[in-house]
């Protein structure tokens, strides 16, 4: 059986390119790329929130402006002949 030596440093790159600044700048943009990416796809499964649902306000109309007015309870409908 042949002995491979052990490797101390990386297993694909030498211990000095693991520790320059180059390939710490390198990692810090891919986390930050992961955690962006992560956040969009979370973003797009998550139902939209629609503020102006949430904040009561005077947007809704008093009555309707339909050309199908809407019967009251109150009021029976015409007989129609």
């Known amino acids: ?14 211990e000095a390119t ?3 600044d180059f390939f710490a700048i ?6 930050i790329n992961t955690v962006m990416y992560a956040a969009l796809a979370i973003a797009k499964i998550v ?3 629609h503020l102006g649902d ?5 947007r809704r109309r008093s009555e309707t402006r339909s ?5 009251s309870p109150d009021i029976p ?5």
């Open 77 to 81: 409908d015409a007989p129609s002949t």
């Open 67 to 71: 050309i199908h007015p809407e019967t």
């Open 47 to 49: 139902p939209m929130v």
């Open 26 to 31: 390198l990692a810090a943009f891919v986390a």
């Open 1 to 14: 059986m042949i002995a491979l030596p052990v490797i101390s440093a990386g297993i694909l790159l030498p």
């Open 18 to 20: 693991l520790h320059s």
């Open 54 to 58: 949430l904040v009561p306000g005077r």
